[in-house]
């Protein structure tokens, strides 16, 4: 039986109409939902949870194993082996057991030959190697440096890692897609689903304004006329696209950080955007001082579409929880972390 063109076309509807249902209801949760209520009775403070995707959460943030400490005393790593230069300070045994839980951390299934020439283990010459070495230096500094933001918990290299040599939550600058007259013809994202935003038609790249660079974020106004207040539309859009990006990378409502009732009055925000607030910052400095500047380092297919270095953001710790980790320090169990080490005669 032949088909005439109009059954054909109503068939191709209902079968389009039917994929985009089921991609609408895809985005949706299904009750019961959970809240929480984080202000005052009708204020609109409240966080909405879901059970099972907060199973999912919990089960996806268990910290893997330690293995026991080792003394301090003894022979230190820099006086043992050559060329090293962060750790030096360790003991053989310390020292040993943090390559080893790097390793797992990081590489479990590479081993330690995704950093080291097995051959000559204080050869530098894999770019993984001088890397992974800086990034001991960073998580060094956050700890020591950044505990506004991290407070005591602090991070590890699991925090980002997590069982994976490159996070999975890392960002490179985004041009958007060519159009007609090319990039400088783009829309920013008003056009299609940005995924950094949350899968909103919000500009696609909030990162490299607000995380890479310093613009100014604030775009509330405090007064109910616009006195003073010289962001644009262009510019509450792009900060409307960072805030839907650290809703989605910590898995909170706006309220978490805000009290929508005032935007612009910290004394009826939370205090937890005071701990975001320093994390802009910290964020902003760990780019631009230790991912950027080892720019020339990475291999081409490590780098971004247009050259630049792999970079973080929030959800490269958080991914997806309020805290990393749900809170849990691995921290206590690697003191060597915290903080810069004193460095040990070099062998």
């Not at 390559?99 to 050869?123: E, F, K, L």
């Not at 009826?268 to 910290?282: K, L």
């Not at 990475?298 to 990393?324: E, I, M, S, W």
Request: proline share 8%; with cysteine.
């Amino acid at each position: 039986m032949k088909l005439g063109i109009g059954t054909a076309l109503g068939w191709v509807a209902i079968a389009a109409g039917s994929l985009l249902t089921i991609a609408m209801l895809s985005r949706f949760e299904r009750p019961p939902i959970d809240s929480v209520q984080a202000g005052f009775r009708g204020t609109g403070m409240v966080e909405n949870v879901n059970p099972r995707l907060l199973a999912a959460l919990q089960a996806a943030n268990v910290i893997p194993a330690s293995l026991p400490a080792l003394p301090a005393a003894g022979p230190k790593a820099g006086q043992v082996y050559k060329n090293v230069q962060v750790l030096g300070g360790l003991s053989v045994g310390e020292f040993t057991r943090l390559m080893a839980s790097i390793t797992t951390w990081v590489a479990p299934t590479q081993g330690c030959a995704y950093c080291h020439n097995p051959a000559n283990m204080a050869d530098d010459s894999r770019y993984t190697k001088v890397v992974a070495r800086r990034m001991i230096q960073m998580v060094q500094h956050v700890n020591a440096d950044w505990t506004a933001h991290v407070k005591e918990t602090g991070v590890t290299c699991y925090t980002c890692h997590r069982g994976q040599p490159v996070p999975s939550r890392i960002w490179f600058n985004d041009p958007g897609p060519p159009r007609a007259g090319g990039y400088t013809e783009s829309s920013f994202g008003m056009t299609h689903a940005s995924a950094a935003a949350g899968d909103s038609a919000l500009p696609y790249d909030p990162f490299t304004p607000f995380l890479q660079n310093a613009d100014a974020i604030r775009v509330q106004g405090t007064t109910a006329l616009p006195a003073g207040n010289g962001m644009g539309i262009r510019d509450a859009e792009w900060t409307y696209s960072l805030m839907m990006y650290f809703s989605d990378s910590l898995g909170v409502n706006c309220t978490y950080c805000h009290n929508t009732r005032s935007f612009g009055d910290w004394s009826q925000s939370t205090p937890q955007r005071v701990t975001a607030w320093h994390g802009i910052r910290m964020v902003r400095d760990l780019n631009e001082n230790y991912l950027m500047k080892l720019h020339d380092v990475f291999p081409p297919n490590r780098l971004g579409p247009t050259g630049d270095a792999p970079k973080l953001a929030c959800a490269t710790c958080h991914q997806g929880v309020y805290k990393p980790l749900f809170g849990v320090s691995m921290l206590q169990g690697f003191p060597e972390l915290a903080h810069p080490l004193q460095p040990a005669a070099a062998k």
